[in-house]
């Protein structure tokens, strides 16, 4: 076995348990910081198949915008996590079904893609390029030319991601002072000031002011 294979067994061996930690860990917060490391070890495996574009992508995208920003959500949200669990073994029936579906369908995607025929075909492959043109290049012809509309879909849903993600986040604190700029602008200058007319001076309440007499004597 040489080094690309081990590193290529190593890297695939940290992602099945980051993945299997994720869905695993009780605290959210570990669970997004397990799926950054899934990510970066996803990463590892794309540069030993020679998609350096595409590793450096899911660093910069995912691990960079996306887990952080979700991170972010998670801390803000403060999720009570006993909540959480109270309907767990209520859906954990239907969960396993589709656990058990999803699993059926991943192994006969793999089994019959592992499969070695007899009589290999060289068929043309979409987006097959030669070994000594850039792969960035060849994969940006194909986004914005062919996969340009499905490329702005995904962007959009990005944004309305984002949006909500920032409208979760937005809270109102009692102790903050808020400002409506529509009454700002609707004010009139005799709202701003009020005149009070006051007695010069007046005595603290619950005293009554000594007699002239009585200063007097004491002087």
Same mark, same amino acid.
């Given at each position: ?7 290529? $067994? =190593? ?5 099945? =348990? ?6 695993? @860990? ?5 669970? &997004? ?11 590892? +495996?794309? +540069?030993?198949?020679?998609?350096? =574009? ?7 995208? !995912?691990?960079?915008?996306?887990? &952080?920003?979700?991170?972010? &959500? ?10 959480? *669990? ?8 239907? %969960?396993?079904?589709? /656990?058990? =579906? ?12 592992? *499969? ?6 060289? /068929?043309?492959?979409?987006?097959? &390029? @030669? ?5 960035? *290049? ?5 986004? $914005?030319?062919? !996969?340009? !509309?499905?490329?702005? +879909?995904? @962007? #959009?849903?990005?944004?309305? %991601?984002? +949006? /909500? ?7 109102? *604190? ?5 400002? #409506? ?32 007499? %009585?200063?007097?004597?004491? %002087?």
């Amino acid at each position: 076995m040489d080094v690309k294979t081990g590193l290529f $067994y =190593f890297f695939s061996i940290v992602l099945l =348990f980051a993945a299997f930690r994720v869905i695993t @860990a009780r605290n959210p917060v570990y669970a &997004v910081l397990y799926l950054v490391l899934a990510f970066f070890q996803a990463a590892a +495996i794309w +540069i030993l198949l020679k998609a350096e =574009f595409l590793a450096i992508a899911l660093v910069l995208v !995912y691990v960079g915008a996306v887990m &952080v920003l979700f991170l972010f &959500v998670v801390m803000m949200l403060d999720i009570d996590t006993s909540r959480v *669990r109270e309907g767990f073994w209520k859906h954990f029936p239907l %969960a396993a079904v589709v /656990a058990v =579906f999803i699993a059926l369908e991943m192994a006969a995607v793999l089994m019959g893609g592992f *499969r070695v025929s007899e009589e290999p075909h060289a /068929a043309p492959v979409l987006g097959q &390029v @030669a070994s000594d043109v850039s792969n960035t *290049r060849e994969l940006g012809k194909l986004l $914005y030319t062919q !996969y340009l !509309y499905p490329l702005e +879909i995904a @962007a #959009a849903i990005l944004l309305v %991601a984002m +949006i /909500a993600a920032i409208a979760l986040t937005l809270r109102k *604190r009692k102790d903050s002072k808020h400002l #409506a700029p529509s009454e700002q602008v609707r004010v009139k200058s005799r709202d701003r000031m009020t005149v009070i007319k006051m007695a010069a001076t007046r005595s603290a309440p619950g005293t009554t002011p000594a007699a002239p007499e %009585a200063v007097e004597d004491k %002087a």
